[in-house]
């Protein structure tokens, strides 16, 4: 019923910049928090950033501080991770993940991850 689809991942320099974005679609009902996480070649997926329900509580990897940032319109349903300065260890697969959603106001929210969308950082 629910789908995440990301879009905006491709080849970039080190130090450059990209912006990916993610949309929910389907019979929404309402989302609660969602994040991007990314997954290297052989790494365990870890949290690169999470923004909640109305995009005023963010959190960060790490590793990210201070070079991405995570915002969301709750009027589109998406949610758009705005990455610069970037590392070649900053290289993998980002999934966009959506927390709790619910489809009815009465069912049980359940979280969705998208297919993902690869990021390569490489001069």
């Known amino acids: 019923q629910v789908q995440l689809v990301e879009s905006g991942g491709g080849l970039v320099q080190p130090g450059g910049s990209l912006r990916l974005s993610c949309a929910a679609s389907?019979?929404?009902?309402?989302?609660?928090?969602m994040g991007w996480y990314r997954q290297g070649p052989g790494d365990q997926r870890e949290l690169v950033a999470s923004?909640?329900?109305?995009?005023?509580?963010?959190k960060y990897g790490d590793s990210v501080k201070g070079r991405f940032t995570i915002s969301r319109d709750n009027a589109k349903y998406t949610v758009t991770l705005q990455m610069f300065s970037l590392k070649t260890e900053d290289t993998g697969v980002y999934y966009c993940?959506?927390?709790?959603?619910?489809?009815?106001?009465?069912?049980?929210?359940?979280?969705?991850w998208g297919k993902g969308t690869l990021v390569t950082v490489s001069s």
């Open positions: 923004i909640s329900t109305e995009g005023t509580v963010t």
């Open positions: 389907g019979n929404i009902f309402s989302i609660d928090a």
């Open positions: 993940k959506a927390d709790r959603v619910f489809t009815t106001s009465l069912d049980w929210g359940r979280d969705y």
